[in-house]
């Protein structure tokens, strides 16, 4: 059995170091206090008894647990990141534990009138008679991901102190900056030296996820000409007039307002506007490789003809690939699914496999020659003062970190 107040306390220890990530920052790690807890996970790394413990100039973290066995066995990693998101304070946070849950409305923050309430938020009601952590309402609470960073270590030390559990050589990394897209960027996929991977970095108990969206982003650049409104019949260019059109030539139900599931969009997130040049900024995304082009191909269609419609290159267009779907790289190696699949269901928890409309560093990282699906790390509410975290679902994942390794070692062949 995981130790639980040793897991509560090393999860708090975690997240009452502030780590939050920088977007407008150019170094690595973007923030120089990730470095704290970087510095102390490699010092616990240490601790616990694993080897090869690293960390570079950039504060990723690598370390190994070695195989216990003498038959071949694939190398395979779990991977979490440090950073918090920018989008919320992660500093000064304040944990309550909220013991034998029942379904009621939890006041996070009484003088400011923060409830974590199950009318609001149903997933509460999933987890009567467990154990949660909640913030006090004035912060985030950073179990995305420094949940997935306890569950790691947690199992790891927990593989250690009980060599019975046969297992192969098991790869641990640790990286700063995901939640501004980061994350694998300066990941040394050779130096880790995995078969694959898994990032414990999703929500709910249950959750797998091998596919993600397609991504990329387009400025479309409309140019008009200014000129005295008095005096411009026949000469004034009105670039937010063109660029309404542009607008209004995509389909007006494939947006995210009205997209779920396998659906995908296009997303208009900014425009800047006027009389001489309005600039629009959009996301493209979808599941579908083939949908995905064809999206692309329409915005540059319509800039096409709405530039021979007016006689003239009124309208530029800029698309560049974000990222891509990593079904690509895991379909082919899909027994690193099925093995976690099956590790769940040993452990009697459902796995929900569904595809993440979004990214993930485990879809870099797959393009990077490192195939790695996502598991779920057991917070909800990610990014903001009503994220919280069910202990239950920290012990199960960590359980489920060291089934697929045990699991790995059973099956000889791959
Ligand atoms: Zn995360």
Same mark, same amino acid.
């Given at each position: 059995?995981?130790?639980?107040?040793?897991?509560?306390?090393?999860?708090?220890?975690?997240?009452?170091?502030?780590?939050?990530?920088?977007?407008?920052?150019?170094?690595?790690?973007?923030?120089?206090?990730?470095?704290?807890?970087?510095?102390?996970?490699?010092?616990?790394?240490?601790?616990?008894?694993?080897?090869?413990?690293?960390?570079?100039? #950039?504060?990723?973290?690598?370390?190994?647990?070695?195989?216990?066995?003498?038959?071949?066995?694939?190398?395979?990693?779990?991977?979490?990141?440090?950073?918090?998101?920018?989008?919320?304070?992660?500093?000064?946070?304040?944990?309550?534990?909220v013991?034998?849950y029942q379904g009621q409305d939890l006041?996070? #923050?009484?003088?400011?009138?923060?409830v974590l309430s199950p009318d609001y938020f149903e997933d509460l009601l999933l987890y009567k008679g467990q154990?949660l952590i909640t913030?006090?309402?004035?912060?985030?609470l950073?179990a995305d991901?420094?949940a997935?960073?306890?569950?790691?270590?947690?199992?790891?030390?927990?593989?250690?102190?009980?060599?019975?559990?046969?297992?192969?050589?098991?790869?641990?990394?640790?990286?700063?900056?995901?939640?501004?897209?980061?994350?694998?960027?300066?990941?040394?996929?050779?130096?880790?030296?995995?078969?694959?991977?898994?990032?414990?970095?999703g929500s709910q108990i249950g959750e797998?996820?091998?596919?993600?969206?397609?991504?990329?982003?387009?400025?479309?650049?409309?140019?008009?000409?200014?000129?005295?409104?008095?005096?411009?019949?026949?000469?004034?260019?009105?670039?937010?007039?063109?660029?309404?059109?542009?607008?209004?030539?995509?389909?007006?139900?494939?947006?995210?307002?009205?997209?779920?599931?396998?659906?995908?969009?296009?997303?208009?997130?900014?425009?800047?506007?006027?009389?001489?040049?309005?600039?629009?900024?959009?996301?493209?995304?979808?599941?579908?490789?083939?949908?995905?082009?064809?999206?692309?191909?329409?915005?540059? #269609?319509?800039?096409?003809?709405? #530039?021979?419609?007016?006689?003239?290159?009124?309208?530029?267009?800029?698309?560049?690939?974000?990222?891509?779907?990593?079904?690509?790289?895991?379909?082919?190696?899909?027994?690193?699914?099925?093995?976690?699949?099956?590790?769940?269901?040993?452990?009697?928890?459902t796995?929900l496999?569904k595809?993440?409309?979004?990214?993930?560093?485990?879809?870099?990282?797959?393009?990077?020659?490192?195939?790695?699906?996502?598991?779920f790390a057991g917070g909800h509410n990610f990014?903001g003062?009503y994220e919280y975290v069910p202990v239950e679902s920290?012990?199960k994942?960590?359980?489920?970190?060291?089934?697929?390794?045990?699991?790995?070692?059973?099956?000889?062949?791959?």
């Amino acid at each position: 059995m995981i130790h639980r107040q040793r897991l509560i306390d090393r999860f708090i220890s975690y997240i009452t170091i502030d780590t939050e990530s920088d977007p407008n920052s150019n170094t690595t790690p973007s923030t120089k206090k990730q470095w704290d807890l970087a510095n102390k996970l490699v010092e616990e790394l240490k601790a616990i008894g694993m080897t090869d413990v690293s960390i570079d100039e #950039n504060a990723y973290i690598m370390a190994t647990l070695p195989s216990n066995v003498n038959h071949d066995v694939p190398v395979i990693g779990f991977i979490s990141h440090f950073d918090t998101s920018p989008d919320f304070t992660g500093a000064n946070i304040n944990p309550q534990i909220v013991e034998n849950y029942q379904g009621q409305d939890l006041v996070l #923050n009484a003088q400011q009138d923060i409830v974590l309430s199950p009318d609001y938020f149903e997933d509460l009601l999933l987890y009567k008679g467990q154990t949660l952590i909640t913030t006090d309402g004035t912060t985030l609470l950073g179990a995305d991901d420094k949940a997935g960073i306890t569950e790691i270590m947690s199992a790891m030390e927990y593989l250690i102190q009980h060599p019975e559990i046969k297992h192969g050589t098991i790869k641990v990394g640790f990286t700063p900056d995901e939640e501004i897209g980061r994350g694998a960027h300066k990941f040394d996929v050779e130096k880790f030296g995995a078969e694959w991977a898994y990032t414990m970095d999703g929500s709910q108990i249950g959750e797998l996820e091998y596919e993600n969206f397609n991504a990329a982003g387009a400025i479309v650049k409309v140019n008009g000409k200014i000129v005295h409104p008095g005096y411009a019949k026949g000469k004034m260019v009105n670039s937010m007039y063109h660029a309404t059109e542009f607008i209004n030539a995509l389909p007006k139900q494939e947006v995210p307002e009205h997209t779920e599931g396998y659906e995908g969009f296009f997303h208009l997130y900014d425009i800047k506007g006027s009389v001489e040049v309005t600039t629009l900024e959009y996301i493209i995304r979808d599941h579908d490789l083939s949908k995905f082009e064809a999206r692309k191909a329409l915005m540059q #269609n319509v800039v096409d003809d709405l #530039n021979k419609k007016y006689g003239k290159s009124i309208f530029e267009i800029e698309i560049k690939d974000q990222y891509f779907n990593m079904k690509e790289k895991v379909e082919p190696v899909m027994h690193i699914v099925d093995i976690a699949e099956e590790a769940m269901k040993q452990l009697s928890i459902t796995p929900l496999i569904k595809a993440i409309r979004g990214g993930t560093d485990g879809s870099q990282l797959s393009y990077m020659g490192l195939p790695c699906p996502n598991i779920f790390a057991g917070g909800h509410n990610f990014h903001g003062r009503y994220e919280y975290v069910p202990v239950e679902s920290m012990i199960k994942a960590t359980e489920v970190i060291c089934k697929i390794a045990e699991l790995t070692a059973k099956k000889n062949k791959f």
